[in-house]
């Protein structure tokens, strides 16, 4: 008898394994479609549905929209991957695709572990991350639960099963794949929605070599609300169902390297890796407390009350500590460091001058240059210390720079604060 979870033999292709049955009594095929969903509840997954694997050609047509406009900014890896509408370029011999969902702890329910997180709760000093990186890194955690699936689908169906599990990084339209299935309609803000269940869920796709009956693909559910589109604090929709990836929290904190586009800065807040508020605010997440969040991607309590000023400092090995295991590794250290100073300076705390001041010393433009954004932002008028040392600090800053950029946002930050003495 194997190891549950671990696939006896896995092939040369990448991806995709064997999974031989550890049983000699399979299920009738009639009954493989509620075998398959109570062995994915016992595993932990909330919701279970089954998928053709013929192209998503409505929704393939929609991806290369988004791709045209250049809506998915620097993440060139969206447009090498193709169209990603057809499931069986992942694995040829696939007959069905398995999807799944594992609820992490979201919205109302986050809130009360991040006031037990931290004593002052959601206080102008901590860092806000988005829910579902608080925990583990999902990928391994639903990778992990998509083997034990695989393995149970061998088992029950009573011969070798090939299967390929995909996490988010495969090519593939995982929204679609999970409407097709019948487990989420996709949203006005693009998101997978149950209903009754929400939206603070990670997906899992598993492609199996065994034919099983779909589902019924879900039809829209959002009717006339658009409040998603509406709070949106960089206004990145442009249009209900079409994000512009470039305007969005989550792509400007994890997925882009470069310079934040200072009209976007303000709006960011205190995120410093993603952004909820599209699914804090969507009303079928009032329903999503009444389903247990997965134990395995329970936040670490750390993540919680993240103090902004350490991350804004944050050594090469306390980087290394903080990102270890966690979907955090996305972002480098200056990235993170570039977020927390924006976020230092969104929340106008006088108090964050002397942190900022010493983070104009490092080594990174990336980080002066937001510093140096930081520090204009902040209230300073009738502080007359703190004015002249942060002016003092600018001033040298836009004189000795060696990069353009970095000397001007010391030149704006300056300029905004001469008008405070
Ligand atoms: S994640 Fe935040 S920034 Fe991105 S679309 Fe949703 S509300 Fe807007
Ligand atoms: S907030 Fe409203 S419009 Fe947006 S996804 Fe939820 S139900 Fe749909």
Redesign the pocket.
């Known amino acids: 008898m194997s190891d549950p979870g671990l696939p006896t033999s896995p092939t040369e292709r990448a991806g995709v394994a064997r999974y031989e049955p550890r049983t000699l009594s399979p299920r009738p095929t009639a009954e493989w479609r509620a075998s398959i969903v109570a062995a994915a509840t016992e595993i932990g997954f909330a919701r279970t549905g089954f998928a053709p694997v013929t192209p998503y050609a409505e929704a393939g047509a929609h991806f290369r929209e988004f791709l045209a406009h250049a809506r998915h900014g620097a993440m060139g890896y969206l447009e090498r991957y193709g169209l990603r509408n057809a499931p069986r370029t992942l694995l040829p011999e696939a007959q069905t695709l398995i999807s799944v969902a594992l609820p992490y702890a979201g919205g109302s329910r986050l809130v009360q572990l991040r006031k037990r997180g931290s004593a002052l709760g959601q206080s102008s000093g901590e860092a806000v991350i988005a829910a579902y990186a608080l925990g583990p890194d999902y990928h391994r955690v639903v990778k992990t639960k998509l083997a034990e699936l695989a393995q149970a689908c061998a088992d029950i169906v009573g011969r070798a099963v090939l299967a390929r599990s995909c996490v988010d990084t495969a090519p593939l339209l995982e929204r679609e794949a999970a409407r097709q299935a019948g487990v989420g309609f996709i ?3 693009t ?1 997978s ?1 149950i209903p009754g269940a929400g939206s603070y869920f990670l997906s899992g796709e598993l492609l199996v070599d065994a034919s099983i009956e779909p589902g019924t693909p879900l039809p829209d ?2 009717g006339r ?5 509406d709070a949106c604090p960089t206004g990145a929709f442009v249009d ?1 169902y079409t994000l512009d990836a470039r305007r969005c929290i989550a792509y400007l904190t994890i997925e882009h390297r470069g310079v934040i586009p200072r009209e976007l800065r303000r709006p960011i807040g205190a995120r410093v890796f993603g952004c909820d508020v ?1 699914q804090d ?4 997440n009032a329903a999503a407390d009444k389903h247990p969040a997965s134990p395995a991607l329970a936040p670490r309590p750390e993540l919680l009350g993240l103090s902004l000023r350490d991350l804004l400092m944050l050594s090469a090995a306390g980087y290394r500590r903080l990102v270890r295991g966690s979907a955090l590794e996305r972002a480098t250290r200056r990235m993170l460091q570039r977020n927390a100073a924006v976020a230092l300076g969104n929340s106008r705390d006088p108090g964050a001058t002397v942190v900022l001041r010493a983070a104009l010393g490092s080594s990174s433009d990336l980080v002066r240059g937001h510093v140096a954004w930081a520090l204009g932002e902040l209230p300073l008028a009738g502080l007359t210390a703190e004015l002249a040392e942060c002016s003092r600090a600018l001033a040298s800053l836009a004189r000795h720079d060696p990069m353009t950029w970095v000397r001007d946002e010391a030149e704006e930050s300056l300029a905004a604060l001469s008008k405070l003495g």
Request: glycine share 12%.
């Open positions: 949203g006005k803000s998101m929605i559910g959002c609300c658009r409040l998603c589109l209900a599209c605010v969507c009303p079928y």
